[in-house]
């Protein structure tokens, strides 16, 4: 029923910017709550930043708050995460997931719909 596809990751450099993409298929992609989640090596499933049904509300976690920008566009089913000012600790496999639009939006057991993941690498 629905499908999630993100991409845009790639090796950069400390203090670069890459922007993250996520596509998603199938039906009433605009109630959904779109969320980004990594994860390194060794380590849980992360949140990372989440944008409610309308795109009025946006959730950050600290580490990123200032650094990165969520947004999304409901017309054409696109998600987008900006990352600015990069650093050698987001490096992980960055996940794009869809949720109901409700619940606090930061856990991973509030999506239901998960893409495959794709690689940011920053080196120093």
């Known amino acids: 029923q629905v499908q999630v596809v993100e991409s845009g990751g790639g090796l950069v450099q400390a203090g670069d910017s890459l922007s993250l993409s996520c596509t998603v298929s199938?039906?009433?992609?605009?109630?959904?709550?779109m969320g980004w989640f990594r994860q390194a090596p060794g380590t849980e499933r992360e949140f990372v930043a989440a944008?409610?049904?309308?795109?009025?509300?946006?959730f950050y976690t600290d580490s990123v708050k200032g650094r990165f920008y969520i947004s999304r566009n409901n017309a054409k089913n696109t998600v987008s995460l900006q990352m600015n000012s990069l650093k050698v600790e987001d490096t992980a496999v960055y996940y794009c997931?869809?949720?109901?639009?409700?619940?606090?939006?930061?856990?991973?057991?509030?999506?239901?719909?998960w893409g495959q993941g794709t690689q940011v690498t920053v080196s120093s």
């Open positions: 199938g039906r009433s992609f605009s109630s959904y709550t």
């Open positions: 944008i409610s049904w309308g795109g009025y509300n946006t």
């Open positions: 997931a869809a949720g109901p639009n409700s619940g606090s939006r930061t856990h991973v057991t509030d999506y239901n719909y």
